[in-house]
């Protein structure tokens, strides 16, 4: 891959990151009314369940599009999306917004500290500090269950992203996420549906649907996209951006205006997600037996 191309997927991949997180953060405001009638994992498994059937019908996936391999690491992806997305929300009802999100973000931190080198990983840190000051964990008193929670969606996110990219690489176009996503429906009904069933209204399970293409259709097909342009640490650091895009749709939707050390930290994590997607371009990734088949036919 020659500079100009690297550089070339390193902005696709960083411009697609950014619109998933966008999407993340628009539909998380839009499902506040769903939210408020069955609760924020009842609000997630609805939205899941809705994601598996839709790439079903949209992929199509056969048996023949996929190793042994690449059906267990869907699977596996599957498994950590809804531990991310069901530990998160039992730790947002347990301990402030802020403190959450800073924990949850220690494990893409760990990624791309553990994964990059030199500026990058130094740019990491910096992200890492940005969202410490934007959240400001400190201003509310910490719950040690809800931490755990918390502590448990961080390293479901990391997981999230390691898998997303082996899943990327193993699995063309969409597949893997035709798969990833009903397991994902299939995990948080058995945790969250008994008590969400007796609550639900034919405007309520519609709403779903719609949200679902919000979130999480749209954004986790364009992360996978993105990990396929970008290695996992630079990822990991672009991930910093959430929070900051957040607080910017706060002001502008809600007119929540962030404090001076508020302000600072959007700073930082801007700062690090341009640093970042410089020089954060993938090498081409090694193609599987068997879906090196694939695009051979």
């Keep these: 891959m020659t500079t100009i191309e690297a550089r070339s997927a390193s902005r696709a991949g960083a411009g697609m990151a950014v619109s998933a997180m966008l999407c993340v953060q628009l539909g998380l405001a839009a499902s506040v009314a ?49 531990g991310m997305t069901v530990l998160f929300m039992a730790a947002a009802s347990r301990i402030p917004l802020g403190t959450a999100s800073a924990l949850e973000f220690l494990g893409p931190l760990g990624i791309a500290v553990a994964r990059t080198r030199g500026v990058g990983r130094l740019w990491a840190l910096v992200g890492g500090a940005g969202v410490v000051l934007l959240t400001q964990p400190w201003s509310g008193e910490v719950d040690p269950t809800g931490a755990g929670f918390a502590l ?8 999230y992203i390691l898998l997303t990219q082996k899943v990327g690489d193993e699995a063309d176009g969409l597949a893997g996420l035709s798969i990833s996503m009903p397991v994902a429906g299939v995990v948080t009904t058995l945790v969250a549906a008994p008590g969400v069933f007796e609550r639900l209204t034919p405007q309520l399970v519609f709403l779903g ?33 959430e929070p900051a895009l957040a607080a910017l749709i706060g002001l502008v939707a ?29 090498a081409p990734a090694l193609l599987s037996p068997g879906s090196e088949k694939r695009r051979a036919t």
């Excluded at 190793?67 to 809804?82: D, I, N, Q």
């Excluded at 448990?152 to 997981?159: E, M, Q, R, S």
């Excluded at 293409?213 to 986790?220: E, F, I, K, S």
């Excluded at 929540?256 to 020089?279: D, E, H, K």
């Design 34 to 82: 769903l939210i408020d009638q069955v609760g924020a994992t009842g609000a997630a498994w609805l939205r899941l369940v809705w994601a598996g059937f839709l790439l079903v019908a949209i992929v199509r996936p056969r048996p023949a599009q996929f190793t042994r391999r690449a059906f267990r690491l869907a699977a596996a992806l599957g498994v950590v999306t809804a």
């Design 152 to 159: 448990g969606a961080a390293v479901c996110w990391a997981a």
């Design 209 to 241: 649907l719609g949200l679902a293409v919000l979130l999480p259709v749209v954004p986790y097909s364009l992360e996978l996209l993105a990990l396929r342009r970008l290695d996992a640490g630079t990822f990991g650091t672009l991930m910093s951006l």
């Design 254 to 282: 809600l007119q929540q205006i962030p404090n001076p050390m508020a302000l600072l930290g959007i700073g930082f994590v801007v700062a690090a997600g341009i640093g970042a997607q410089r020089g954060g371009a993938r």
